[in-house]
C-alpha cells in the first residue's frame, strides 16, 4: 500500500459545483495533513492544513481529517476556472531515523472547472 | 511564510554535466529540504539540508549525485552532478516555517532539461 494515495483523476466539475478531492495514507501515527495546489508550470502553493479529526473551513475550501479511516478530503465550494490545477495531499509521516520531519505527498488529482 | 528565492529558474544542460542550485530565504529557518518532481510525478524528497554538517539523504539518492551545502540559517545549494536525462525534472527548495513551524512551504522551482 502506498503511504498517501489520491483518488485518481482527472477530475472535472461545472463551475459553481462542488469539488471533492480524496486521500488515504497507511501510517496511522500521523499528525500533519496537507493540502497544495498547484498551477501548470509553477511550484506547490499551500490550500489548507488539518490537524484535528473533523471539518476545517477556510473561505471556499474545507478541509476533511477522519484519523479512525486514515482519510483526508478537501472540498471546494463555487468551483471557478481560476481552481482549476493538481492538488496534492500531503502526510507528515512520522520516522524513526534520519531526518526527523518528511512531508510525503500523493501522486495529485488534476481539477478542471469548466465556464 | 517565509519568501524562498531560487536560482536558475530553468536552465538547459548538457549530459554528463553538473549544475548548481542555489535557495535563498528571507528569514532564518530551522529546516530546509530539496524535493524533486519528475515529469508528470509527485514531489519526492531528496535530502534534509542541515545547517553546519552534511546533509541527510532520503532513500535512492546520495551525496555524490546530490551534493547539498547549508553554510547558514538562510541559503542552501543543490548541487545535479553528472546529469543524464533522467535527471530532467523540476527541483524545489523548501523550509518549515508558518504559525506553528510545522508547515512546508516551497520556492519557485528550478526547471531542468538535460539534453
Known amino acids: 500500500q502506498k503511504e498517501v494515495e489520491q483518488n485518481s483523476g482527472p477530475l472535472s466539475v461545472p463551475e459553481g459545483a462542488i469539488a471533492s478531492l480524496n486521500c488515504t495514507y497507511s501510517?496511522?501515527?500521523?499528525?500533519?495533513f496537507f493540502w497544495y495546489r498547484q498551477y501548470s508550470g509553477k511550484s506547490p502553493e499551500l490550500i489548507m492544513s488539518?490537524?484535528?479529526?473533523g471539518d476545517k473551513e477556510d473561505g471556499r475550501f474545507t478541509a476533511q481529517l477522519n484519523k479512525a479511516s486514515q482519510y483526508v478530503s478537501l472540498l471546494i465550494r463555487d468551483s471557478q476556472p481560476s481552481d482549476s490545477a493538481t492538488y496534492l495531499c500531503a502526510v507528515n509521516i512520522p520516522r524513526r531515523g534520519g531526518s526527523n520531519y518528511k512531508l510525503t505527498f500523493g501522486k495529485g488529482t488534476l481539477l478542471t472547472v469548466n465556464p | 511564510s517565509a519568501v524562498i528565492s531560487q536560482k536558475p529558474s530553468r536552465d538547459i544542460c548538457q549530459r554528463g554535466t553538473s549544475l548548481t542550485i542555489q535557495c535563498q530565504v528571507d528569514?532564518?529557518?530551522?529546516?530546509m529540504f530539496w524535493y524533486r518532481q519528475q515529469p508528470g510525478q509527485s514531489l519526492t524528497l531528496i535530502a534534509t539540508a542541515n545547517q553546519g554538517s552534511e546533509a541527510t539523504y532520503e532513500s535512492g539518492f546520495v551525496i555524490d549525485k546530490f551534493p547539498i551545502s547549508r553554510p547558514n540559517l538562510t541559503f542552501s545549494t543543490l548541487t545535479v552532478s553528472n546529469m543524464s536525462p533522467e535527471d530532467s525534472s523540476i527541483y524545489l527548495c523548501s523550509v518549515l516555517s508558518g504559525q506553528f513551524g510545522n508547515t512546508i512551504y516551497f520556492g519557485e522551482g528550478s526547471w531542468l532539461t538535460v539534453v
Open positions: 528569514s532564518q529557518v530551522t529546516m
Open positions: 501510517d496511522r501515527g500521523s499528525q500533519s
Open positions: 488539518i490537524y484535528s479529526n
